[in-house]
C-alpha cells in the first residue's frame, strides 16, 4: 500500500504563509489523482484542492488565488503552497490519494495522509 506522511503545518498570523508537504512511498503518485482535504472542528471534511495525473488543477472557491496545490514527480511528494492565510483556513489539512472520479468530492479515495493542524490567528 501506499504511504503517505505529511508535514509543513503550524501557527500563523492572518496574512502569512504555508507550504504543506505529503510524501508518498510504494506508488508514483503522478499516476494517480492527488488531492489535500481539510477539516474543521464541527465541520465536515472539504476538498481544498487536487492535482490530476495529467496536471490539471481544481480549487474550492474559497481558496482560488490564494493556495497552489503541486507536486515534484522526482521526490514523489505533493505540495500545497498557502498564501494569505485567513482565520477561517483553520483546519486539518489531509493528503489524499487516488480520488476517483478526479475532484474535489471523489467517491473513491485510496489513502489518506495522517493530517496536519493548521491554525491561523
Known amino acids: 500500500h501506499v504511504q503517505l506522511v505529511e508535514s509543513g503545518g503550524g501557527s500563523v498570523k492572518a496574512g502569512g504563509s504555508l507550504r504543506l508537504s505529503c510524501a508518498a512511498s510504494?506508488?508514483?503518485?503522478?499516476?494517480?489523482?492527488m488531492g489535500w482535504f481539510r477539516q474543521a472542528p464541527g465541520k465536515e471534511r472539504e476538498g481544498v484542492a487536487t492535482?490530476?495525473?495529467?496536471?490539471?488543477?481544481t480549487y474550492a472557491d474559497s481558496v482560488k488565488g490564494r493556495f497552489t496545490i503541486s507536486r515534484d514527480n522526482a521526490k514523489n511528494t505533493l505540495y500545497l503552497q498557502m498564501n494569505s492565510l485567513k482565520p477561517e483556513d483553520t483546519a486539518m489539512y489531509y493528503c489524499?490519494?487516488?480520488?476517483?472520479?478526479?475532484?474535489?468530492?471523489?467517491?473513491?479515495?485510496?489513502?489518506w495522509g495522517q493530517g496536519t493542524q493548521v491554525t491561523v490567528s
Open positions: 492535482i490530476e495525473g495529467i496536471g490539471r488543477t
Open positions: 489524499a490519494f487516488d480520488l476517483r472520479p478526479p475532484g474535489l468530492k471523489p467517491r473513491y479515495i485510496g489513502r
Open positions: 510504494r506508488y508514483t503518485i503522478s499516476r494517480v489523482c
